[in-house]
C-alpha cells in the first residue's frame, strides 16, 4: 500500500485514471465534472445528502481529480486553464495523448493536439461541445456500483438506466477534426474546415455524422460558408491502396455506398446552444435558403425524394437535445416539415417506406407466379394422369381394371415376347386359369433348385415346375428331369408336356389300338442288310 501511495500520492486507482485518458482523448479538454459524468455515471447519484451543490460535486468527483493529479506528477496530464464559471479546465500532454492512443485504440496521428492554451479564453466552445457529445451519449449508471447505496440513490439511477439510450461510447467521438480540401490529412491545405465532433457509431445506426456546435455568434452566411468548406471536402476524391479514386473521407470512415443514383453525402448537425445574440429560430431559415443547393433532393414517383450528391443538413438546439437525447423528435431536417427522431432525421424513412412497398409487390408477384406454376405442374399431372386411365388394360375375364402392379407385370417383356402367361388377365382371373400354382406346391416350386444350379445328372432346372395339361399334375423330379432338355439336343422323351402317369396312359392306349404295333417301333429306323460281295465271294 505504501508503494502505491509513493507512485499515485492521490490515491487514484487504474479505472479512473483510464475514464481520464479516454475522455481526454476524446474531448482533448474537460472539466473534472464532465470527465465523472462520462467516465462513472453512477457516481452523479451519490453524495445526496451534502448542503449545498458545491459540496456534492466536489464529492462526487474526488476520485477524479486525485486521477488528474496523480497523471500531473506523472506528465500525462496538466491544468490549461478555467471556464467561465471558474472550473479548473484539464488536458493532456504528449506523452499523455500517446497513453490515450493505447487505451483507446487509435494511431497516434488520429488523436488531434493537446489543445494547450483553450482555457485561456474561458474555452466556452469546448465547454458546449463537450455538453453536445454527453447530450449525445446519455451515460448509463452502473447499477451494480450502488448496490450499497441507499434505496432513494438506486430509484434515481434506475430511473436514468430507463430512459432512452444515447448513441455510441465515448470510443465513438473525435473533436476537432480537420477535412481537408487540399493538402493531406496530417498536413491540411487551406480551404477546408474542422469539424467540432465526428460520430461513428454503426452498431447504433449512425456510420458516420459530422457534428458542427454554434453558440449563436456566427451569422448565417458564416454558417453557410463553413458548410460550403464540409461540400468541397467530400466530393473530394483520391486514389485509395488498390489503386481506385474514392471520395477522400471514404479512406478514413466508412459508410454504406448507397444505390445508384442515390448515393447522398454523410450527414451533417448543426447544435445550437443559445449563449450569443444571434436566434437559432430566425438563423436557421436563412441558413436553410443560403445553402438549399448543397440538401435539396431530387423527388421521384414514389413520393420520396432521392439526396444523391447532397448533404443531409439537421439543426437542434442544445437544450432540447440535452432534454430529449437522439431519440427525441427535435431534430430538423432542412427541406422538411416536422421534427424528427435523429436516424429519421439523417435518414430516408419515405424512400425507405417506398422500398418496403416495392420489395412486398415483388415478393406478391413472386409468389402469384410461383403458385401459377404450381397449378399449371398440378393440371399437366392430373392430364397425364388421365391419359395414363385411358390406357390402363381391362381384364378380358372379369373387365375389372389392372391395378399398377399387374399392369407392370403384363407389360414385361423378354426379346418381345410376354413374360406372364395371361396378360390379358388380372390376378384374380388367372389364378382361376391355373397359371398359379397353390402355396404349397409354391414353397415347394421355391425349394427346388433355380435356373443355373445342376441336378445330380447336369440338367439345369427351370424357372417354375412343369404342369401337365392333362390332368393338371405337377412334374415329379424324376418326370421333370427326364423331359429337361439338355444341351442343343431335343428333350429324350416323344411327350415332354406329359406327366409320366399321363404319358403311362397314352402308350397303353396305343397299344390297345394297334396290339401289332409296338411304340418303339415308331422311333426305330429299319436298317437294310447288306448284300455280300464278289469280292467277298472270291475270298471264301
Same mark, same amino acid.
Given at each position: 500500500?505504501?508503494?502505491?501511495?509513493?507512485?499515485?500520492?492521490?490515491?487514484?486507482?487504474?479505472?479512473?485514471?483510464?475514464? #481520464?485518458?479516454?475522455?481526454?482523448?476524446?474531448?482533448?479538454?474537460?472539466?473534472?465534472?464532465?470527465?465523472?459524468?462520462?467516465?462513472?455515471?453512477?457516481?452523479?447519484?451519490?453524495? @445526496?445528502?451534502?448542503? $449545498?451543490?458545491? *459540496?456534492?460535486?466536489?464529492? /462526487?468527483? @474526488? !476520485?477524479?481529480?486525485?486521477?488528474?493529479?496523480?497523471?500531473?506528477?506523472?506528465?500525462?496530464?496538466?491544468?490549461?486553464?478555467?471556464?467561465?464559471?471558474?472550473?479548473?479546465? /484539464?488536458?493532456?500532454?504528449?506523452?499523455?495523448?500517446?497513453?490515450?492512443?493505447? &487505451?483507446?485504440?487509435?494511431?497516434?496521428?488520429?488523436?488531434?493536439?493537446?489543445?494547450?492554451?483553450?482555457?485561456?479564453?474561458?474555452?466556452?466552445?469546448?465547454?458546449?461541445?463537450?455538453?453536445?457529445?454527453?447530450?449525445?451519449?446519455?451515460?448509463?449508471?452502473?447499477?451494480?456500483?450502488?448496490?450499497?447505496?441507499?434505496?432513494?440513490?438506486?430509484?434515481?439511477?434506475?430511473?436514468?438506466?430507463?430512459?432512452?439510450?444515447?448513441?455510441?461510447?465515448?470510443?465513438?467521438?473525435?473533436?476537432?477534426?480537420?477535412?481537408?480540401?487540399?493538402?493531406?490529412?496530417?498536413? =491540411?491545405?487551406?480551404?477546408?474546415?474542422?469539424?467540432?465532433?465526428?460520430?461513428?457509431?454503426?452498431?447504433?445506426?449512425?456510420?458516420?455524422?459530422?457534428?458542427?456546435?454554434?453558440?449563436?455568434?456566427?451569422?448565417?452566411?458564416?454558417?453557410?460558408?463553413?458548410?460550403?468548406?464540409?461540400?468541397?471536402?467530400?466530393?473530394?476524391?483520391?486514389?485509395?491502396?488498390?489503386?481506385?479514386?474514392?471520395?477522400?473521407?471514404?479512406?478514413?470512415?466508412?459508410?454504406?455506398?448507397?444505390?445508384?443514383?442515390?448515393?447522398?453525402?454523410?450527414?451533417?448537425?448543426? #447544435?445550437?446552444?443559445?449563449?450569443?445574440?444571434?436566434?437559432?429560430?430566425?438563423? #436557421?431559415?436563412?441558413?436553410?435558403?443560403?445553402?438549399?443547393?448543397?440538401?435539396?433532393?431530387?423527388?421521384?414517383?414514389?413520393?420520396?425524394?432521392?439526396?444523391?450528391? *447532397?448533404?443531409?443538413?439537421?439543426?437542434?438546439?442544445?437544450?432540447?437535445?440535452?432534454?430529449?437525447?437522439?431519440?427525441?423528435?427535435?431534430?430538423?431536417?432542412?427541406?422538411?416539415? %416536422? =421534427?424528427?427522431?435523429?436516424?429519421? @432525421?439523417?435518414?430516408? =424513412?419515405?424512400?425507405?417506406?417506398?422500398?418496403?412497398?416495392?420489395?412486398?409487390?415483388?415478393?406478391?408477384?413472386?409468389?402469384? %407466379?410461383?403458385?401459377?406454376?404450381? /397449378?399449371?405442374?398440378?393440371?399437366?399431372?392430373?392430364?397425364?394422369?388421365?391419359?395414363?386411365?385411358?390406357?390402363?388394360? #381391362?381384364?378380358?375375364?372379369?373387365?375389372?381394371?389392372?391395378?399398377?402392379?399387374?399392369?407392370?407385370?403384363?407389360?414385361?417383356?423378354?426379346?418381345?415376347?410376354?413374360?406372364?402367361? %395371361?396378360? %390379358?388377365?388380372?390376378?384374380?382371373?388367372?389364378? *382361376?386359369?391355373?397359371?398359379?400354382? !397353390? =402355396?404349397?406346391?409354391? $414353397?415347394? &416350386?421355391?425349394?427346388?433348385?433355380?435356373?443355373?444350379?445342376?441336378?445330380?445328372?447336369?440338367?439345369?432346372?427351370?424357372?417354375?415346375?412343369?404342369?401337365?395339361?392333362? +390332368?393338371?399334375?405337377?412334374?415329379?423330379?424324376?418326370?421333370?428331369?427326364?423331359?429337361?432338355?439338355?444341351?442343343? +439336343?431335343?428333350?429324350?422323351?416323344?411327350?415332354?408336356?406329359?406327366?409320366?402317369?399321363?404319358?403311362?396312359?397314352?402308350?397303353?392306349?396305343?397299344?390297345?389300338?394297334?396290339?401289332?404295333?409296338?411304340?418303339?417301333?415308331?422311333?426305330?429306323?429299319?436298317?437294310?442288310?447288306?448284300? @455280300?460281295?464278289?469280292?467277298?465271294?472270291?475270298?471264301?
Amino acid at each position: 500500500m505504501a508503494g502505491k501511495r509513493k507512485n499515485n500520492p492521490a490515491g487514484s486507482t487504474n479505472n479512473y485514471r483510464g475514464d #481520464v485518458l479516454r475522455v481526454l482523448g476524446a474531448l482533448k479538454v474537460a472539466t473534472a465534472d464532465q470527465i465523472q459524468r462520462i467516465g462513472a455515471p453512477h457516481l452523479t447519484h451519490r453524495h @445526496a445528502d451534502k448542503e $449545498t451543490p458545491a *459540496k456534492r460535486k466536489q464529492a /462526487r468527483t @474526488a !476520485s477524479h481529480t486525485g486521477a488528474l493529479s496523480d497523471m500531473r506528477k506523472h506528465g500525462l496530464s496538466e491544468n490549461g486553464g478555467s471556464t467561465d464559471t471558474g472550473e479548473a479546465l /484539464r488536458n493532456l500532454t504528449l506523452k499523455g495523448l500517446e497513453a490515450a492512443s493505447y &487505451e483507446m485504440q487509435r494511431p497516434i496521428t488520429e488523436m488531434g493536439s493537446t489543445a494547450r492554451g483553450a482555457g485561456s479564453s474561458g474555452a466556452s466552445h469546448p465547454m458546449s461541445v463537450n455538453e453536445t457529445v454527453i447530450a449525445m451519449l446519455r451515460p448509463k449508471p452502473n447499477m451494480d456500483r450502488l448496490a450499497d447505496d441507499l434505496p432513494e440513490v438506486r430509484a434515481a439511477a434506475q430511473a436514468v438506466v430507463d430512459s432512452p439510450a444515447g448513441i455510441g461510447t465515448i470510443a465513438s467521438y473525435w473533436t476537432e477534426v480537420p477535412l481537408p480540401a487540399t493538402g493531406t490529412w496530417n498536413a =491540411p491545405g487551406k480551404g477546408g474546415a474542422q469539424a467540432d465532433v465526428v460520430l461513428t457509431a454503426p452498431q447504433d445506426g449512425v456510420p458516420l455524422l459530422f457534428i458542427e456546435v454554434d453558440n449563436c455568434h456566427e451569422t448565417p452566411e458564416e454558417l453557410a460558408d463553413k458548410l460550403e468548406k464540409y461540400a468541397r471536402f467530400l466530393r473530394r476524391k483520391m486514389k485509395d491502396t488498390d489503386g481506385r479514386e474514392r471520395p477522400m473521407w471514404r479512406t478514413r470512415w466508412r459508410a454504406p455506398e448507397g444505390r445508384h443514383g442515390d448515393m447522398p453525402h454523410p450527414p451533417v448537425l448543426l #447544435v445550437f446552444n443559445h449563449l450569443g445574440k444571434r436566434d437559432p429560430n430566425r438563423t #436557421v431559415p436563412r441558413l436553410q435558403e443560403l445553402t438549399r443547393h448543397l440538401w435539396q433532393g431530387q423527388r421521384v414517383s414514389g413520393g420520396h425524394h432521392l439526396y444523391d450528391g *447532397k448533404i443531409p443538413i439537421v439543426a437542434v438546439g442544445l437544450r432540447n437535445l440535452r432534454e430529449h437525447g437522439p431519440t427525441g423528435a427535435v431534430f430538423a431536417r432542412f427541406g422538411r416539415e %416536422h =421534427p424528427q427522431p435523429l436516424l429519421e @432525421a439523417i435518414g430516408n =424513412p419515405r424512400r425507405e417506406a417506398a422500398d418496403a412497398r416495392e420489395q412486398d409487390r415483388a415478393r406478391a408477384q413472386q409468389a402469384a %407466379h410461383k403458385a401459377q406454376v404450381q /397449378r399449371a405442374a398440378q393440371e399437366q399431372a392430373a392430364k397425364k394422369a388421365a391419359e395414363r386411365e385411358k390406357r390402363r388394360p #381391362v381384364c378380358t375375364g372379369c373387365g375389372a381394371k389392372f391395378t399398377d402392379e399387374r399392369w407392370e407385370v403384363a407389360q414385361a417383356m423378354d426379346w418381345g415376347t410376354p413374360l406372364d402367361s %395371361h396378360p %390379358h388377365l388380372c390376378d384374380a382371373c388367372k389364378q *382361376k386359369a391355373g397359371t398359379v400354382v !397353390s =402355396p404349397a406346391a409354391d $414353397t415347394r &416350386e421355391r425349394q427346388e433348385p433355380v435356373r443355373g444350379e445342376a441336378g445330380q445328372h447336369g440338367f439345369q432346372r427351370n424357372a417354375r415346375r412343369p404342369v401337365c395339361p392333362e +390332368c393338371g399334375a405337377a412334374f415329379t423330379d424324376e418326370r421333370w428331369e427326364a423331359t429337361e432338355r439338355t444341351g442343343w +439336343c431335343d428333350t429324350p422323351e416323344p411327350r415332354p408336356s406329359l406327366c409320366g402317369d399321363c404319358d403311362r396312359r397314352y402308350v397303353t392306349g396305343l397299344r390297345e389300338a394297334w396290339p401289332d404295333e409296338s411304340p418303339q417301333r415308331e422311333q426305330e429306323q429299319t436298317v437294310p442288310t447288306q448284300k @455280300a460281295t464278289r469280292w467277298f465271294s472270291r475270298r471264301t
